[in-house]
């Protein structure tokens, strides 16, 4: 091994819930650097879910992260001819960082006005234990199991 490993990034917490996990949430949802834009758009969402009489916005969002966090993923690995999708669990810094792209992937892909309103209501599913993100968790979780027999090709 040549290269040393990169150091760990300091994330702030942020300005609102101090908690470090919604400022690298807002950090994936950013585009071209518009760190404000990025904020603006989750807090308005949790403004949103406050305003549907839900509990502490920041708890569901907290909850609907979890539910949609997946435990195992599968990776492609090619033996012989054949690619096999071979299952693999995920450290806990992949797990978090999977579950909020696929959180702010199936947002974007919601129809509806506004990134919050979208993001709102894929945070709202999610607690619900519905919603695309969380369906996507179902799907990987059952492809990692229907391939379990070739685990032992561990990448």
Not at 83 to 106: C, D, H, N
Request: hydrophobic share 35%; no cysteine.
């Amino acid at each position: 091994m040549r290269k040393r490993k990169p150091k760990k990034r300091i994330v702030q917490p942020d300005p609102r819930f101090k908690d470090t996990l919604v400022t690298q949430f807002v950090n994936n949802m950013m585009l071209d650097g518009r760190k404000s834009a990025s904020f603006k758009i989750f807090y308005d969402a949790m403004d949103i879910i406050k305003e549907k009489g839900e509990e502490d916005p920041h708890d569901v969002w907290k909850r609907a992260l979890t539910n949609i966090t997946p435990q195992v993923e599968v990776r492609s690995k090619r033996i012989g001819g054949a690619t096999f999708q071979i299952p693999v669990e995920l450290r806990a810094a992949r797990k978090t960082s999977v579950g909020m792209k696929w959180l702010i992937k199936y947002s974007r892909a919601r129809s509806g006005k506004g990134m919050a309103e979208k993001l709102a209501a894929e945070v709202l599913a999610g607690s619900k234990n519905e919603g695309a993100a969380v369906k996507k968790k179902e799907d990987t979780h059952k492809m990692a199991e229907s391939n379990r027999a070739f685990a032992h090709f561990r990448v």
